[in-house]
């Protein structure tokens, strides 16, 4: 069952009758209501239209206690997923679907989890106290695939943890098709972060494809920190995973 909850949709009558219209032709919408006591910063989505490459984004601000916003998806027949994220600070605080769920909100599921939505075009969900993390009981986790063909000697991270100030890691060599783990510090105390790959000549030069990074550069991201909310524009798909990121890195001679 997900802490996600569905809310009735109203009828309303102005619009005539619908039922000669193909669904198909529906403007696809998503429907959320706050009902917990956060104030969330900022609310993304981001959702994937058939035959179409990339996502579309959309975002609001300020969702306070009460609140309901609707995104209009565009047209129903094409519409192939969506994941919705709400932040503070930041930080990834709740998701749609949950994790647990699935990786994106489908029509199928949505159907799953609201078999009484008025139809196969309108979804509606609650925020609800339960669907908020306690991201104090989480490591903040990076993951990093060595997509390349070469060994990586090594991959060192820092990153800013809140009341210690920067914090380093460092990982042994990292085989083609390997990964690197690091488990920073508290999802709740975790600032930001960067990181550099050495490859055994010593070079730091980074290529990733799931992020925009200029060739030759020396460390991820280029300029500032990472955290959850950069991360999402950051990436094609969104991460429902609010104490990680897992990055695609190839190493560029």
Do not use: R, W
């Given at each position: 069952m997900s802490d996600f909850?569905?809310?009735?949709?109203?009828?309303?009558p102005e619009l005539g009758d619908l039922t000669q219209v193909p669904v198909e032709l529906y403007i696809y919408t998503v429907s959320i209501r706050n009902t917990t006591?956060?104030?969330?910063?900022?609310?993304?989505?981001?959702?994937k239209r058939l035959g179409l490459e990339g996502v579309?984004?959309?975002?609001?601000?300020?969702?306070?206690?009460?609140d309901r916003i609707i995104f209009p998806l565009g047209m129903c027949g094409g519409m192939v997923s969506y994941a919705v994220g709400?932040?503070?600070?930041?930080?990834?605080?709740?998701?749609?679907?949950n994790p647990q769920d699935g990786a994106a909100m489908t029509p199928d599921l949505a159907a799953n989890l609201d078999p009484a939505r008025p139809d196969a075009?309108?979804?509606a969900w609650a925020v609800v106290a339960g669907s908020v993390l306690d991201l104090s009981q989480y490591l903040y986790t990076v993951v990093i695939r060595n997509n390349s063909e070469h060994v990586w000697d090594s991959v060192v991270l820092f990153y800013e943890q809140k009341g210690l100030g920067t914090?380093?890691?460092?990982?042994?060599?990292v085989d083609p098709q390997g990964v690197a783990r690091l488990e920073l510090c508290p999802c709740n105390q975790?600032?930001?972060?960067?990181?550099?790959?050495?490859?055994?000549?010593?070079?730091r030069v980074v290529l990733s494809p799931n992020a925009p990074t200029p060739e030759g550069q020396l460390r991820f991201p280029g300029t500032g920190l990472m955290y959850a909310r950069r991360a999402w524009d950051f990436k094609l798909t969104p991460d429902l995973d609010a104490c990680g990121d897992l990055w695609e890195l190839e190493l560029v001679r």
């Open positions: 909850q569905f809310f009735p949709t109203v009828a309303n006591v956060e104030t969330f910063d900022e609310v993304v989505l981001f959702y579309v984004f959309l975002g609001t601000t300020g969702f306070k206690p009460g709400l932040f503070k600070g930041g930080t990834l605080l709740a998701t749609i679907p075009c309108t979804d914090q380093g890691l460092e990982t042994s060599a975790m600032e930001g972060y960067a990181f550099s790959i050495f490859d055994e000549d010593g070079q």
